[in-house]
Nanobody, 126 residues
Framework: QVQMVESGGGLVQAGGSLRLSCAAS????????????MGWFRQAPGKEREAVAA????????YYADSVKGRFTISRDNAKNMVYLQMNSLKSEDTAVYYC???????????????WGQGTQVTVSS
């Protein structure tokens, strides 16, 4: 089983920045976290869970939601089994619980990701 643990959420003013981190551990079917696509989803109150950003295992393929392009950057460190989300120019509409995920392919579909963290709250005050 692969475990994902997020950190770095909190309260920030609009226009500010936050960096989320996710530590992955364990293995499944002989695969370690470094071999998975990894990314971030978010869910705001009353809204569906949506993909924010994702990256394939070697960093050559990325996905960003249109709403975060140019503001958010995903990165990963396979040696440490870590994935990060640098969030700049934050807006009130970025307020949500952010989930770290690992899965089979890069993309926006919830079904592509097999492993989910518990989530970390990001609140952007206007």
């Amino acid at each position: 089983q692969v475990q994902m643990v997020e950190s770095g959420g909190g309260l920030v003013q609009a226009g500010g920045s936050l960096r989320l981190s996710c530590a992955a551990s364990g293995s499944a079917f002989g695969r370690t976290p470094a071999t998975y696509a990894m990314g971030w989803f978010r869910q705001a109150p009353g809204k569906e869970r949506e993909a924010v950003a994702a990256m394939n295992r070697n960093g050559g393929v990325t996905y960003y939601a249109d709403s975060v392009k140019g503001r958010f950057t995903i990165s990963r460190d396979n040696a440490k089994n870590m994935v990060y989300l640098q969030m700049n120019s934050l807006k009130s509409e970025d307020t949500a619980v952010y989930y770290c995920v690992a899965g089979r392919a890069v993309g926006p579909a919830v079904s592509a990701y097999d492993y989910w963290g518990q989530g970390t709250q990001v609140t952007v005050s206007s």
